[in-house]
């Protein structure tokens, strides 16, 4: 069983908004960081947000500081992405981490983290 796994992706027009889902059947939900990645072909992994526990601790890469939202959704052991105003070059495959909390903080480094998902494919069309 995947220990880690997003869902939520699909087409989606540019300007419009995106909710992605990441949880961890296998993992304690509440012993983890979580973070969001993305990867368009031909380019680096590139961090799209991390959070820890409260929706507060979220930390948000450069390219969509003010248009995402991470949150954690603790009754459903589940961690949100909201993407808005979407645009032709947020199209990726978006890939959720783990790591433990004694990692230290929530990370913008895909190297700290030791659980990956498969990834979701999110193509913004324009």
């Known amino acids: 069983q995947a220990q880690v796994v997003e869902s939520g992706g699909g087409f989606v027009q540019a300007g419009g908004s995106l909710r992605l889902s990441c949880t961890a059947p296998t993992l304690k939900f509440d012993d983890y960081y979580f973070a969001w990645f993305r990867q368009a072909p031909g380019k680096e992994r590139e961090a799209v947000s991390c959070i820890k526990w409260g929706d507060t601790s979220a930390r948000y890469g450069n390219s969509v500081r003010d248009r995402a939202t991470m949150k954690r959704e603790h009754a459903k052991d589940t961690a949100i992405l909201q993407l808005s105003r979407l645009k032709a070059e947020d199209t990726a495959m978006y890939y959720c981490?783990?790591?433990?909390?004694?990692?230290?903080?929530?990370?913008?480094?895909?190297?700290?983290?030791?659980?990956w998902g498969r990834g979701t494919q999110v193509t913004v069309s324009s």
């Open positions: 981490a783990a790591v433990h909390w004694y990692s230290g903080d929530c990370s913008l480094s895909s190297d700290r983290y030791s659980f």
